[in-house]
């Protein structure tokens, strides 16, 4: 693949701890479960992939002043990651409970010191990338009050230094509480917007994929649905294009598989690949994130 320059992912980096119950959860008693706990946050998620895929990248993020937040760094440093993490005395680093599944999984969330991502580190942050040429923004920073001006900082600055600029819209239920109007304003015209087939929905209506990616295309320049095992769908102003439904692989965990799929995308895309050959590359990384336990590689 062509080399590209280093893309800044603006996030969460949380630790996540995974519980594969071994059989439907028993309300009032006991369910054996496979818990493993390890380095999340679709942000840090997604700077993980595009690392493994031999991209140069930067991640803006806070963390708590602790134990935690000094293993989830370390994690990503020695992952070949670029920290530009804040830890904040007397914050406790966010954490996600994942209920994973094969099919789905459920996430049970205290971002922590998530919310306090603050406008000025991410733009210095962003100053002292002068090789950048992307800047991928998790939606969860707009999504949550407290770090709404962060996110909004980050694609202010990222236009004022002439990058590209995507979205991943991250989950359905925040998005239904702040409205997809407000939230089709703060990401209008960036250059890719992320959702999935939930996502769009709240975003555009119901409709086929195909329909509400063209409908999100006219805030966005660029949609990707993400239909999971389905493929998924590009829409941009003048085209559409299907990514077919890939061959299956043996699922064990879901989590972080939208993460992975959008590190393949933006390292394709960014390095000039057409959309069909970015949503190639998207399935191909997250087919490898759905066959293991975590969101990591």
């Not at 679709?42 to 990248?57: E, I, S």
């Not at 005395?89 to 998530?114: F, H, M, Q, Y």
């Not at 996110?151 to 004022?160: I, T």
């Amino acid at each position: 693949m062509t080399d590209a320059g280093r893309v800044i992912v603006v996030g969460d980096l949380v630790t996540d701890v995974v519980v594969v119950p071994e059989g439907p959860i028993e309300t009032g008693t006991d369910t054996m479960a496979a818990i493993t706990p390890s380095g999340g946050g679709q942000g840090a998620n997604t700077a993980a992939w595009l690392a493994h895929a031999g991209a140069p990248v930067t991640l803006i993020a806070s963390v708590g002043d602790d134990v935690a937040g000094r293993e989830r760094v370390a994690e990503l440093t020695a992952a070949g990651v670029t920290c530009a993490v804040r830890a904040h005395p007397a914050a406790v680093t966010g954490t996600v409970v994942v209920l994973a599944s094969p099919d789905e999984r459920t996430l049970i969330t205290d971002p922590g010191a998530c919310l306090l991502l603050d406008p000025d580190d991410v733009n210095a942050a962003v100053v002292a990338a002068p090789d950048a040429i992307h800047l991928h923004l998790s939606g969860y920073v707009l999504l949550n009050e407290g770090s709404r001006a962060g996110g909004r900082a980050a694609l202010a600055a990222a236009r004022d230094r002439g990058l590209t600029v995507s979205v991943d819209a991250s989950s359905a239920a925040p998005l239904r509480r702040v409205g997809a109007h407000a939230f089709l304003a703060w990401v209008r015209d960036a250059d890719l917007l992320l959702c999935n087939a939930d996502e769009a929905t709240v975003l555009a209506g119901s409709g086929s994929p195909e329909a509400q990616a063209v409908v999100l295309a006219r805030h966005s320049r660029n949609v990707i649905v993400k239909l999971g095992p389905d493929g998924a769908v590009w829409a941009g102003r003048d085209r559409v294009a299907r990514l077919p439904a890939p061959a299956r692989v043996l699922v064990k965990d879901p989590t972080g598989a939208g993460d992975a799929f959008a590190a393949g995308l933006l390292r394709a895309w960014s390095a000039g690949a057409a959309p069909e050959a970015a949503l190639t590359a998207g399935a191909v990384l997250g087919a490898a994130a759905v066959t293991k336990v975590g969101a990591r590689p």
